[in-house]
């Protein structure tokens, strides 16, 4: 199993980023998947989940109104599309799934809010 994100950056409060992660090494079709961000001193929170069709989906209050989940079940591709940026967005973004034999996260994509 690989989760490789991409798409993180610098960016100005008010801005928007796109992150994206590509998955290998099982049926991406038949998982939920989800991103989740980390910075240090605070615990991991989880930022969207999407079900493994694309039709739910389920964010944290924080992020509500500004980013979207969705997915490619073709191209084996999850994105998080954020908007409105602010300078608590800042973080490590982990592209993550859970399959029968464990959890599996991406190395992470690191996202700058700052002027």
């Known amino acids: 199993v690989q989760l490789v994100e991409s798409g993180g950056g610098l960016v100005q409060p008010g801005g928007s980023l796109r992150l994206s992660c590509v998955a290998s090494?099982?049926?991406?079709?038949?998982?939920?998947m989800s991103w989740y961000r980390q910075t240090p001193g605070k615990e991991r929170e989880l930022v969207a989940v999407?079900?493994?069709?694309?039709?739910?989906?389920n964010y944290a209050d924080s992020v509500k109104g500004r980013f979207t989940i969705s997915r490619d079940n073709a191209k084996n591709m999850v994105y998080l599309q954020m908007n409105s940026l602010k300078p608590e967005d800042t973080a490590v973004y982990y592209c993550?799934?859970?399959?029968?034999?464990?959890?599996?996260w991406g190395q992470g994509t690191q996202v700058t809010v700052s002027s």
């Open positions: 993550t799934c859970t399959l029968g034999q464990g959890d599996y």
């Open positions: 999407i079900t493994r069709r694309g039709v739910g989906t």
């Open positions: 090494g099982f049926t991406f079709s038949w998982y939920d």
